[in-house]
């Protein structure tokens, strides 16, 4: 018996909640949307001080944040209306972009199955977002970093090395990007500028090719539409090693340069302090002269304050150059020791491959047959016998082989005896009672196909035998409706007796008119017979 459910509880929405949800899920199409955003506009937004205006925020920010509740084609008009009524109230397109922002994120973390059709539809939100106006390139970007990036501890992500939030063999994050960046067009491209397209292509690649292969179907279909519409500019790699040693030349080129007289020893003290105006010798003017009376000593000492707060920021900035320096220069390094590393690895499994294929080419080599023939210039030459084969001539419990030994040039044949109760004694005969096998199994299928075609063609001669005499001697009136026999043209013909007989009753001496009647009846009683056969 099934377990009666509870009767769901009926959610008590207010007029106003009902009035949006209606004009939100049902009137809301290509045709109608100014009219929704006119009569959405109408509605008591208010200062959120009263019961109303609450209840009419809260029923708007549920309706544009949960889009998969409406239909997927009803995304971008959902998104026009949020950009026409962001217009009159800015703070309710940034709440709604949070939100929805948000909602990805956690799904993110989470990373439930049941949820992944809510997922693509809020990515998918985005991208129409961004069509309209809603939201610049700058937050797709940061959006597509934040899918590719989150969860993962070293970035870029290398092969076979996942999270627990995005294992090598998940791919659903893949499907979110393409179905964001699609959604997007290539409105994105002339929006971010080629440079930013190019980096997130090579860290988008980078992503791909870490993960499992080969791609699903419709994974890899979904990134090669991804490519073709929006990356169409941008170079495709094959491998992540490709990938990798574009991504350490554009760390090399990006590397910045600080100024020369910043870089040089000399501008730093013995003691690590940084220098002042008057140590380094550029106040050495204000310093050596005196400086007259009445010229304001307070002055000169707050130029003096100024200029060394100067010299200190600038070997501020001068230390944080150098440590982006370092900083860059340590992440190059640890790239080439991973691209070194891989280059090695390669290389040992493709020589343990090359051994591993030629310890098997040996294998096959020594199981070879050995029955080889002499060759027809040796055959002449003295044949070196052992002592023992005139004592296995005579036994028959021996194999006599011949060997071919000594160099090319003179080559020797020796004769040797191999006991028939040895392995290879045995080998040998299995492999010919095998090879004789095989032999009469070929022999008896091409003779059994030979006895068929000649049955065959004894068979289209009888039918082409039988149509010739059926043309030759056609049926006419009643004798047409029996079947023809080949062969058989005099059937239910009287015989000679019967027609002599004939004859001698009608009278010897019967005049032509009754011959001419009789041959006139046998004609009659067997129609389609020539008169010279009668």
């Known amino acids: 018996l099934h377990r009666a459910r509870a009767a769901r509880p009926e959610k008590i929405r207010t007029p106003y909640e009902r009035y949006i949800r209606k004009l939100f899920y049902e009137d809301l199409a290509g045709d109608t949307v100014a009219a929704v955003c006119q009569l959405l506009r109408r509605l008591p937004w208010g200062d959120g001080t009263g019961d109303d205006p609450q209840r009419v925020r809260h029923a708007l920010m549920c309706c544009f944040s949960k889009v998969w509740k409406i239909k997927h084609a009803n995304l971008g008009l959902a998104a026009a209306a949020l950009g026409a009524l962001g217009c009159v109230h800015p703070w309710f397109r940034v709440a709604v972009v949070d939100a929805v922002a948000e909602s990805i994120k956690l799904g993110l973390e989470r990373s439930v199955f049941e949820h992944n059709q809510r997922r693509i539809a809020e990515?998918?939100?985005?991208?129409?977002?961004?069509?309209?106006g809603v939201v610049g390139p700058q937050v797709v970007l940061d959006l597509v970093r934040l899918l590719?990036?989150?969860?993962?501890r070293e970035l870029p992500p290398q092969p076979g090395c996942g999270c627990e939030l995005d294992p090598p063999s998940?791919?659903?994050?893949?499907?979110?990007?393409?179905t964001l960046l699609l959604a997007c067009g290539s409105r994105l491209g002339s929006a971010a500028g080629p440079a930013r397209m190019a980096e997130l292509s090579l860290h988008l690649q980078m992503y791909i090719l870490a993960k499992d292969h080969p791609l699903p179907v419709d994974i890899d279909y979904s990134v090669d539409n991804l490519f073709e519409a929006v990356f169409s500019q941008t170079p495709r790699f094959g491998s992540w090693g490709e990938a990798a040693q574009c991504a350490v030349s554009r760390a090399g080129q990006a590397l910045p340069t600080p100024p020369a007289a910043l870089a040089t020893p000399e501008n730093r003290a013995p003691s690590g302090e940084p220098l002042t105006a008057a140590g380094s010798g550029l106040g050495a003017t204000a310093s050596g002269s005196t400086s007259p009376p009445?010229?304001?000593?307070?002055?000169?000492?707050?130029?003096?304050d100024a200029e060394s707060d100067d010299a200190a920021s600038v070997v501020s900035d001068t230390d944080r150059l150098l440590a982006e320096m370092e900083e860059a220069q340590r992440q190059r390094e640890a790239l080439e020791a991973l691209l070194d590393r891989e280059e090695e690895d390669a290389l040992e499994h493709?020589?343990?491959?090359?051994?591993?294929?030629?310890s098997d080419l040996r294998r096959t080599d020594s199981a070879s047959k050995l029955d080889v023939g002499i060759p027809m210039s040796l055959i002449g030459r003295p044949v070196m016998r052992p002592p023992s084969a005139d004592r296995a001539d005579g036994s028959?419990?021996?194999i006599r082989l011949s060997l071919l030994t000594g160099k090319k040039q003179r080559p020797v044949v020796h004769e040797l005896d191999i006991p028939a109760?040895?392995?290879m004694a045995q080998s040998m005969r299995q492999q010919e009672e095998s090879a004789m096998r095989e032999k009469a199994h070929l022999k008896r299928i091409v003779l059994d196909y030979e006895r068929r075609e000649a049955e065959e063609e004894q068979r289209q001669y009888q039918r082409e035998l039988a149509a010739r005499r059926a043309s030759a001697f056609p049926a006419s009136g009643a004798s047409a409706a029996r079947p023809v026999v080949p062969g058989a043209l005099f059937v239910n013909r009287p015989s000679l007796g019967a027609m002599r007989?004939?004859?001698?009753?009608?009278?010897?001496?019967?005049?032509h008119d009754q011959q001419r009647q009789q041959q006139q009846q046998r004609a009659g009683a067997y129609p389609g017979i020539p008169d010279h056969f009668r």
């Not at 590719?148 to 993962?152: C, I, M």
């Not at 998940?170 to 393409?178: A, W």
């Open 396 to 398: 028959g419990a021996a």
């Open 148 to 152: 590719v990036a989150y969860g993962h």
């Open 350 to 358: 493709e020589f343990n491959k090359l051994m591993l294929e030629a």
């Open 421 to 423: 109760a040895s392995r």
């Open 294 to 304: 009445g010229s304001g000593a307070d002055a000169d000492a707050d130029g003096s």
């Open 501 to 511: 007989r004939q004859r001698h009753a009608t009278g010897a001496g019967a005049p």
């Open 170 to 178: 998940s791919y659903f994050r893949i499907r979110l990007v393409c």
């Open 123 to 132: 990515v998918a939100y985005v991208g129409e977002m961004f069509g309209c």
